[in-house]
């Protein structure tokens, strides 16, 4: 079985950051992609950011200039660090990989962390 495992979530003011961490974790597996995605409350989740194994990012217009996404393929982990953060980006972000285990692709998704930004 794949795990992953998020990290970095916690409250800030606005303007503030924070660096979310998500490694991926088992036995014989590969990673096509790694993302994050956010869901506030009552919304429904959303895409914020994805990486390539290549390295081609892509990010939601509402991020884009203050998150980076990154990774570290060595490590199976993927980053993303969030600056001049706002109010409306407070909702609890997943990690999502593109697994190959036991042959077959599928989704994996972490946890889940809080980030919430408040004065």
């Known amino acids: 079985q794949v795990r992953l495992v998020e990290s970095g979530g916690g409250s800030v003011q606005p303007g503030g950051s924070l660096r979310l961490s998500c490694a991926a974790s088992?036995?014989?597996?590969?990673?096509?992609?790694m993302g994050w995605y956010r869901q506030a409350p009552g919304e429904q989740r959303e895409l914020v950011a994805t990486?390539?194994?290549?390295?081609?990012?892509n990010y939601a217009g509402s991020v884009k200039g203050r998150f980076t996404i990154s990774g570290d393929r060595a490590k199976n982990t993927v980053y993303l660090q969030m600056n001049s953060l706002k109010p409306e980006d407070t909702a609890v972000y997943y990690c999502?990989?593109?697994?190959?285990?036991?042959?077959?692709?599928?989704?994996?998704w972490g946890q889940g962390t809080q980030v919430t930004v408040s004065s």
């Open positions: 999502k990989a593109n697994v190959r285990y036991g042959g077959i692709w599928s989704d994996y």
């Open positions: 088992g036995r014989r597996f590969s990673i096509n992609g």
């Open positions: 990486i390539t194994t290549a390295g081609s990012t």
